[in-house]
């Protein structure tokens, strides 16, 4: 299974924000977006306007940063979305808020997507009652997700629990820390996502 396998705090770096792919380290002082606020590389200070379509494509590489997804899973969520009635730019971000690992990660289960993908990876978690080891699964309204029943004493799961409450959770989800489960009432709408992308530059770049 491919995946990228570099330094996540140089993805921040090139996007000029913070991602949050490391989880705490993200929020505290030693980030290093706090120490070097702009992109990596000899040029990077002295970058000149960015085109149309490099703006468009920034946008698209930042979005797949901070879901974790490839270049052409990517593009398969983007025709899927395309196929879909609606708006195809809010089609793509419910799509990807819709995977597994970003369900375990908006619960509050894990501290970074990173680490959501891990746990579900080495079959943690449950989609109604069903092991389900593939991180890029898909949630559906009326699924239930929670940890296995031997998993629930492991490290992470004990923390997540002590720390329930401390990161805010969607509205469409519903957290019961004390099963560690997770309610889906429904698949979210555009304004209850906070995910700073602006979609619409990613529908232009694919429309080329």
Wanted: aromatic fraction near 6%; charge should be positive; glycine fraction near 6%.
């Amino acid at each position: 299974m491919a995946r990228y396998t570099g330094a996540d705090c140089k993805r921040c770096r090139r996007e000029k924000m913070k991602l949050f792919l490391k989880g705490s380290k993200c929020e505290g002082p030693k980030c290093p977006i706090e120490i070097r606020p702009y992109p990596p590389g000899e040029h990077g200070r002295g970058r000149t306007k960015d085109s149309e379509y490099l703006l468009q494509m920034r946008e698209k590489q930042k979005c797949a940063r901070i879901y974790g997804v490839l270049e052409k899973q990517f593009r398969g969520y983007y025709e899927e979305a395309n196929r879909k009635q609606g708006k195809t730019g809010e089609n793509l971000l419910r799509i990807l808020e819709s995977r597994l690992d970003n369900v375990v990660y908006r619960a509050g289960f894990a501290k970074s997507r990173d680490h959501a993908r891990q746990l579900v990876r080495h079959g943690h978690i449950l989609v109604n009652g069903t092991k389900t080891d593939i991180p890029s699964a898909r949630v559906s309204e009326n699924d239930i997700v929670e940890v296995r029943k031997d998993s629930l004493e492991l490290t992470p799961f004990v923390v997540a629990r002590a720390e329930a409450g401390e990161r805010p959770v969607p509205a469409w989800l519903e957290v019961i820390p004390s099963k560690m489960r997770i309610l889906v009432h429904s698949l979210p709408a555009r304004q209850v996502i906070d995910t700073q992308v602006q979609e619409q530059l990613i529908v232009e770049l694919y429309s080329k």
